[in-house]
């Protein structure tokens, strides 16, 4: 046989690659398979058989017993087939041993190629099952080097790749430095499976819950949602199955221990904990603590939320750089504006302010519309007679006139914003013609001026000379 102590290369292959010995058992056999095919014939019907006990191959070359031979690579007389099986008769497939040193060199060659193609296949394959199990996962892994700002992560049986946007900022490593890393995707490529790593994705918090904090990987505490910006601020939603548990006091743990091992880790994130409710203004006024909520305002059919706060708040519950809002929007899966009581009851006053310029309007009605979502003149122009109607009770031929009367005083406005913007630009036009008349005397005067002293001049020239 061209491979030596087969069992032995097979048994140490799969226990160093951690490929299973099966899949090399048939690699092998295709390997054979096609060096006696190169061999012999391309027709050539070639079984192999393994023994997994002893590690012995057998190779055996089925040929057809024919009256006459159109194929030698397929087919054999009836007086060649007696050499084999003297009971042998037309039709019979008969198996005649080969051995494999009949291959040559080349072709034994050829199947030792195949064989070592076939097995690293088969490694990248078991490495690709292996690590799409760990996908959704956290990975501990070793720097390995960098390259055009990714880093470049050895997991053992792998590299791993921890790209740029991926990477936490102001977070530096070194080569040989340990690294704990979210499986974002496996990729399966022609060189092998690529795993992706993230250290800002919001579900590494999660898995950094589950691993830190038991209440949650057994279950008991829910994560509801997460959302980041990593290295400065993130937010998750909790909420327990069992009563008796509280699973914000459970993720902080005792002393606050859970949760700043996790800061740590996050090169020091500040983590909000925040109680999940089924209730969704009870929820958006958790996500935005530490700032306490005056009132909300609901939109459900834009799933929206104005948010109303006390103005000392104001500052806090928006977050610097609007963080704090922008991440309650995230969690809670709502587009939240937020306003301070002084801005908001400014707004309501030109709100109503401007619905009782409508002469059918007055505070009841006013207050009915405001509710409705028309807080202007200009909302009720662009309105649906049919949801005036609904909102306010009034007679359709009443709502009419009421947008009707809107579309006149915005068309009425209009003119006199223009005629406005007219008057001020003739004002800015005549201030400028007056502007440039004053400087034209001045020029005037100063030329008069430059010709009386060239006239001097000459005059003191001519007495010089004895003119």
Known sequence: MFITDIKRVIDQVSREKGIDAEVLINTLKEAIVSAARKKIGARADIEVHYDGKSGEVEVFHFKEVVEEVEYADSELTIEEGYEYDPECEIGDSLGIRIDTEEFGRIAAQSAKQVIIQKMREAERNAVYENFINKKGKIINGIVQRFDRGSIIVNLGQTEAVLRPRDQMPRENYKRGDRIRAYVLDVLEESKGAQVLLSRTHPEFLVELFKTEVPEVSEGIVTMRGAARVPGLRAKIAVSSTDSDVD?????????GNRVQSIVQELRGEKIDIVQWSPDIARFVCNALSPAEIARVIIDEDNQSMEVIVNDEYLAIA?????????????????HLEVTSEED?????????DSLMRLSEVGLPLAE????????SIADIAQAVIEDIVSVSELEESKAEEIVDEAKLILAKDKEERLKEKEEESKEKLEAKLEEESKERPEEESKEKLEEKSEEKSGEESGEDQGI
């Open 344 to 352: 908001y009851s400014r707004e309501l006053k030109q709100g109503y």
């Open 247 to 255: 699973p914000v006091g459970a993720c902080v743990g005792m002393k």
């Open 368 to 375: 009915a519309l405001f509710k409705g979502g028309y807080s």
């Open 318 to 334: 928006i977050g610097k750089g609007g963080q704090n809002v922008s991440l309650a929007c995230e969690i809670t899966g709502w």
